[in-house]
């Protein structure tokens, strides 16, 4: 398998020049992306040094060079044939189950048709100043949380989003942009410290990184989708679309085994007739309540590590001056870079004095059922701050199953997951007399979230503080990249 895709949305993310479209985003310049993907392989002239055989092999490197190399697995080439290339995703010639899958969605007439794509620039990692400005913000008829934060659908058969963690005290533990090829020191310190996250996976990070992906589940960690290819989701077709969403489900439960029922839209740009084709594919859209910036951390961002400290301080401040209104956070931060990872290592202790409890969002949601898989249990909130930490069922990183292609998966409407402890707004709350044994303890209302969201959840505030525009809730908060920099590891090993 060639990792050419990975190198090259490196390459985008290190761009040194941007150009600023819309309202405060920035994205590489035209002429940066003139050519979208081109071929690189340098991983390729790499001495190979190390070979896992598999994700508990993975899991020993410790040197993040060897951890970067390139690596290949029996079902590789067989599976890459299944999946779209390193570009947005479409449907792949002959795929009939992902055939089957968009007619159904589209003949449940979910998707609205009184929604089009936006205008688009820079190769759909942007969103046109036109776009933009045309769109009516007062009325805001598309829930369009780039425009406006909007996060409760004006379109029927969609839930809300899910944004703050609704336990006060508490830190919604998040990572975006994963799997990392080297992230097995930061995957050790979660362990260490007894942590557990919701990762928010791209689809040919998984595809060209399995061992690491089968490491999260492993780990005990909670998987949701982050797209296929890391676009702008509202600039592209309902097919393209579909297309970032399903095959990103089922590379997961290729790789993984499991079938995900969440998702968080790159950069947050999400309106209803995305969250529409989500929700057909049984995807809740979860976003996020604070934002730390972090993917913008020099040296592959722009941004001071003190100015990175400093975002992390204000949501920090905000906790310990009791300005939150009595909810937990739901933080945004990535598992992007060594320097993403190592700045949430350095700031722990910061947020572990600060917040009684950091737990990840299937415990802030009282989510014990995450996937289509109903053989795994995950603990509720008031088992977590217990310490009982770790899901039941999980396989370890030497019991992980064989990697498989094309896996049929479970696509059931979001509003029809009504069993109880999904992340489905019409799942059933989880009874936690039964399954808490000190309920007491437990400040719980809902077991899918419901309950902790407004409509307009206004405090998705990565936006306001260096936006410039009360109109761009989301226009700063970038969810940046897509872009699996800790291949900048190989490039300084060169
Ligand atoms: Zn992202």
């Known amino acids: 398998m060639k990792p050419f895709g990975l190198v090259s949305l490196f390459i985008l993310a290190a761009l040194p020049a941007y150009a600023h479209i819309g309202r405060a985003l920035q994205v590489p310049s035209a002429s940066d992306l003139a050519s979208d993907f081109p071929v690189s392989s340098r991983r390729h002239h790499l001495r190979a040094r190390a070979s896992p055989k598999n994700a508990a092999d993975m899991a020993k490197i ?29 449907l792949v010639d002959g795929d009939d189950q992902a055939q089957q899958v968009w007619s159904e969605v589209q003949q449940s007439g979910i998707i609205p048709s009184d929604i089009q794509p936006r205008g688009a620039t820079k190769g759909h990692y942007g969103i046109s100043d036109q776009s933009s400005d045309s769109y009516n913000n007062d009325k805001d008829p598309d829930c369009w949380w780039t425009a406006t934060g909007c996060t409760s659908p004006k379109h029927p058969n969609i839930g809300d989003d899910l944004t703050s963690c609704p336990e006060p005290n508490t830190w919604g533990l998040t990572f975006d942009d994963g799997p990392n090829c080297s992230h097995n020191a930061f995957y050790d310190y979660l362990s260490k ?8 996976f791209i689809g040919v990070n998984v595809l060209d990184l399995p061992f690491q992906a089968q490491r999260a589940l492993a780990d005990g960690h909670d998987i949701c989708l982050h797209t296929w290819s890391h676009r702008y989701m509202t600039t592209l077709s309902n097919e393209q679309v579909f297309s970032e969403l399903y095959y990103t489900m089922r590379i997961i439960k290729d790789v993984v085994g499991v079938t995900p029922r969440c998702w968080r839209p790159p950069y947050g740009d999400v309106d209803d007739r995305v969250r529409a084709i989500a929700a057909g594919l049984g995807l809740r859209t979860i976003i996020w309540s604070h934002d730390t910036d972090d993917w913008n951390i020099v040296p592959d961002g722009t941004e001071a590590t003190s100015k990175i400290d400093s975002n992390y301080q204000k949501i920090i401040d ?57 053989q795994y249990k995950y603990p509720i909130f008031a088992d977590f701050i217990k310490g009982n930490v770790n899901p039941q069922g999980l396989p370890s990183l030497d019991q992980m199953p064989q990697i498989n292609v094309s896996s049929k998966i479970d696509v059931t409407p979001e509003k029809q997951q009504t069993s109880a402890g999904g992340f489905s707004s019409a799942s059933k709350s989880v009874d936690e007399t039964t399954e808490s044994d000190d309920a007491d303890t437990s400040s719980s209302k809902s077991g899918n979230g419901s309950a902790s969201q407004s409509s307009s959840d206004s405090s998705t505030e990565g936006s306001s503080k260096d936006g410039g525009s009360n109109s761009s809730a989301a226009a700063v908060s970038l969810c940046m990249s897509g872009l699996l920099v800790p291949i900048l590891l190989s490039f300084a090993m060169l």
């Open 318 to 374: 905000k906790q310990t001056q009791n300005k939150l209104d009595g909810k937990g956070v739901n933080v945004l931060t990535h598992e992007l870079t060594e320097n993403t990872m190592g700045e949430f290592q350095k700031e722990f202790p910061k947020i572990k004095e600060a917040f009684t409890n950091v737990v990840p969002l299937t415990a802030c949601f009282n989510v014990t059922q995450p996937y289509a898989e109903n």
């Open 193 to 200: 410290n007894n942590l557990k996250a919701t990762m928010f």
């Open 62 to 90: 410790q040197d993040p060079s060897q951890e970067c190399q390139e690596y290949g697995y029996s079902a590789s080439q067989a599976l890459s044939k299944k999946y779209p290339g390193y570009h947005i995703a479409s």
